[in-house]
């Protein structure tokens, strides 16, 4: 079957490092995406990774191990407004073409 | 670039109304667009990948009487609710996937998406 799972909820400081965990089992992939969503609101896209290793991108960076099943998202610098959840998808093509399969979400709190 | 609009942002309607939602891609062509379906503190759920000019393809228990989903043209789809009863209140996005000009990593830009409350 397909699984995402990623940790529901974490609370982190501001300025500070946070890292968030997402594992996987799909029937295919080709690709994994982090999204930030604010409440009520859509997700935006914040990054993509195809082959294992590290993409970054600004404060963000997400990391890939195709063998473990395995991604993070981590995040520098914090700021209030990263206060958001962030959403794990991967993209298989086992089932409807280039569906994105998304986990539940990690909310993330940033803390003064 | 890549903006993908929805109407409405918010809908109350009475149950056993219909309610119909507009999926739009103001600065691309899409050939793909996709509905999904969140309910509070849950991940986003696919219900269903339309194609323009073709027949809407959903996933497994999602009712195709219930949600009509018409890719009218290039830059139009929607998703209408029939009969619309309260366990279908939900948060309910669209995604398009452009026809062709992008790099293709990032193939689906999400519109803002539509809250329904079914009374």
Known sequence: G???DQP????????AIVQINC????SGFNGLFWYQQHAGEAPTFLSYNVLDGLEEKG???SFL?????????LLKELQMKDSASYLCAVRDYGGSQGNLIFGKGTKLSVKP | GAVVSQHPSRVICKSGTSVKIECRSLDFQATTMFW?????????MLMATSNEGSKAT??????KDKFLINHASLTLSTLTVT???????????CSARPKTGFSGVNEQFFGPGTRLTVL
Do not use: C, W
């Open chain 1, 65 to 73: 191990s195709r063998s473990k099943g395995y991604s993070y998202l």
């Open chain 1, 8 to 15: 529901t909820e974490m609370t982190a400081t501001e300025g």
């Open chain 2, 58 to 63: 959903y996933e497994q228990g999602v009712e």
């Open chain 2, 36 to 44: 999904y379906r969140q309910f509070p503190k849950q991940s986003l």
């Open chain 1, 23 to 26: 594992t996987y089992q799909t």
């Open chain 2, 83 to 93: 009969s619309a009863h309260p366990e279908d209140s939900s948060f309910y996005i």
């Open chain 1, 2 to 4: 397909q699984n995402i």
């Open chain 1, 59 to 61: 404060r963000f960076s």
